[in-house]
Nanobody
Framework: QVQLMESGGGSVQTGGSLRLSCTASGYIYDSGCMGWFRQVPGKEREGVAAICTSDSTLYASSVKGRFTVSRDNAKNTLYLQMNSLKPEDTAMYYC???????????????WGKGTLVTISS
């Protein structure tokens, strides 16, 4: 059974940084793509960043230049380094496992339960 567990969320002020982590178990971590998504109540889940085994990456335009996605295959862990945070980055952040380098939630089969990020102005 595939399990994904996010950590690293919290509350910071505008301009601050956070690093999210996602540890995978029961998953052939080094054979697919991983993504970060976020969601606020009443809105659809939004793709933030994704990375595949080739280390190819994809970012949403809203975070490009501020967020960096990376993976450590030896640790089965996905990271999202978030810098220059803005209040509009406030959301529940989820990691997900899939097979394509896309930011559409429909292409990801396995999901974590999320970690909350709150940015205050």
């Amino acid at each position: 059974q595939v399990q994904l567990m996010e950590s690293g969320g919290g509350s910071v002020q505008t301009g601050g940084s956070l690093r999210l982590s996602c540890t995978a178990s029961g998953y052939i971590y080094d054979s697919g793509c991983m993504g970060w998504f976020r969601q606020v109540p009443g809105k659809e889940r939004e793709g933030v960043a994704a990375i595949c085994t080739s280390d190819s990456t994809l970012y949403a335009s809203s975070v490009k230049g501020r967020f960096t996605v990376s993976r450590d295959n030896a640790k089965n862990t996905l990271y999202l380094q978030m810098n220059s945070l803005k209040p509009e980055d406030t959301a529940m952040y989820y990691c997900a496992a899939g097979n394509v380098l896309l930011l559409a939630a429909a292409y990801y089969r396995h999901w974590g339960k999320g970690t909350l990020v709150t940015i205050s102005s």
